[in-house]
């Protein structure tokens, strides 16, 4: 719970009291002042270059900085219940995100009516002032406190993980693709978007004539891409499957074809890319307010996994949340209690594969269940509940006991809770990317990106 903020009523002002305030300036203050003022000048948001110099800005808009002066004002000195006349303001320097700023206002006057005058200005840590001024408010009339925890939150929906994840792809060689039948302008502009940002190298797969045409529509220039000549889907696959076989390729990307005919070629004993573990889908979600990523597992292939597939399953997770950056991920695998329950055979095959990653038939991370979804990621509703756990509140990686789970659950936080999602399939010889219709150009790159940094772990 927050502390009450209290006044000084305007009986107990004195001439020269004094209030301050510290506060740093974040990135994601800049994007709520231009979404709530409607100030979209680029100059003040962060990583855009607004004057064409080659360095982005991220200068903190005059007003912002002013804004902090009212902060004082209405909650320190003279505090709630304190009402604006004016405020006169020189700017004398700037701030940019990440700066340290420390308010001040000192009283220099009373008069009639309530009415106070303060001396206000804005420094840097190290006394340097950016902002000088003189402000005129009505004061209180009487003591107030106030609960400043009921005003509601807010929560940016920027996307700082991927950001992260392309940020390491990007520099790496560009992973040869085969790009299997892209054939329509959503299949085709991921992969060139992706070529753009030099994650990937693809090789265009296809009915050459339907490729020009999705190019054309996208209004892409496939000037100096590999286009091969295959009019069959099934074909198409057997294709790119061979050129990661003959090592020509390090990923494999479906295009417009049906997953079915395009994972059928990966799976065949002989001639497909099985590795000895069933295949899985893993989405990878950058959810805005979430302090990591969250990886949900398995969404797309296994419909209702058995023991040794959900086993799988979460190894397949463990092993691409290495190559993400998380050295030892936590794994919470969900059912609808936290609780073992007979009646429920997903809280059983949970306590299984918690007590097998006990004994090492799962590794590389961290194994608890069952656990509910608010007590997996919320660490408030694990001590609610007495859950004792390294995994419980912290959960980085999510496993669903099916697919209608799992995709319900990813789509949920892709469209209500705004999340990102990108996505591979995991388990093969090399990572498979798998883009829907409905991903915007954010989550196709992540999903080039972590295949990318899989590819690239893989190597060494």
Known sequence: MSTPLNNVPFDQLEVGMEAQRTRTLKADDLYVFANSSGNMNPMHLPRVDGDGDGHPESVAPGMWVASLISAVLGCKLPGPGTLYRSQALRFVGQAHAGDELTVKVRLTEKGPDRLVRFDTWVEHQDGTRILEGEAEVVAPAEPLSFDASEVPGLTVQRHVHFDRLLGLAEPLPAMPTAVVAPEKPDALSGAI??????????????????????????????????????????????????????????????????TD??????????????????????????????????LVTDAAINIAPDLQTKADIIQNAIDLAHSLGLDEPKVGVLSAVETVNPAIP?????????????????????????????????????????????????????????????????????????????????????????????????????SCAVAALHAARKAK
């Open 193 to 258: 978007l992706a070529a753009q940002h030099t994650i990937i190298d693809p090789i265009l797969i296809g009915h050459p004539t339907k490729i020009a045409a999705a190019a054309e529509a996208e209004g892409l220039d496939l000037n100096g891409f590999r286009i091969e000549d295959v009019r069959d889907h099934r074909l198409a696959a057997q294709r790119g499957v061979q050129l990661v076989r003959e090592k020509q390729a390090q990923a494999l990307m479906k295009g417009h074809l049906h």
């Open 261 to 294: 005919v395009f994972l059928g070629e990966i799976i065949k004993r002989e001639t497909g890319l099985r590795a000895g573990r069933r295949l899985s889908h893993v989405f990878v979600m950058d959810v805005p307010g979430l302090e990591h990523l969250l």
């Open 346 to 446: 997903s809280t059983l095959d949970a306590a299984i594969l918690s007590k097998m990653a006990e004994r090492g038939q799962i590794t590389g991370g961290l194994v608890d269940g069952p656990l509910a979804m608010d007590n997996a990621i919320d660490l408030g509703a694990a001590a609610t509940k007495g859950i004792r756990s390294l995994v419980a509140g912290r959960a980085e990686i999510l496993v669903v006991p099916n697919m209608e789970a799992g995709n319900m659950l990813a789509k949920e936080l892709t469209f209500l809770a705004h999340a990102e999602a990108g996505g591979v399939v995991m388990g093969a010889k090399c990572p498979v990317i798998l883009t829907s219709r409905s991903d915007d150009d954010k989550a196709r790159l992540a």
